[in-house]
């Protein structure tokens, strides 16, 4: 699915504060995708209550996560929940624009 580039930064912003990280890729939801993965993925290792805490913030459902999380390898859970992040803040972000412009 294609997103306007106000989408992808709105979303972008967001996920820095949410994730106290500056320099996310405003532009490109694979770079996006890449760079998050890695701030997960150190979460998962170093912080994983904060890491949860911010999924519960986000609003993914818990569903998902314990699916995300089924796997031996840090790196594709990280990249699992990232996606799932993104994902969500997308959706947050579309209907917080749609009934801006009301």
Do not use: C, G, W
């Not at 106000?6 to 770079?31: D, G, M, Y």
């Not at 170093?46 to 840090?74: C, F, G, N, P, Q």
Request: positive net charge.
């Amino acid at each position: 699915m294609q997103h306007k580039p106000a989408i992808i930064s709105s979303t972008t912003s967001h996920l820095q504060k949410l994730f106290s990280v500056e320099n996310l890729p405003a532009t490109n939801l694979e770079a996006l995708h890449f760079k998050l993965a890695r701030v997960v993925q150190h979460l998962l290792i170093s912080d994983l209550s904060r890491l949860l805490h911010i999924l519960y913030r986000v609003d993914v459902e818990e569903r998902l996560v314990k699916e995300a999380m089924i796997a031996d390898d840090t790196e594709i859970i990280a990249e699992r929940i990232a996606r799932l992040v993104i994902k969500r803040e997308l959706q947050k972000a579309e209907i917080r624009q749609q009934y801006s412009s009301r």
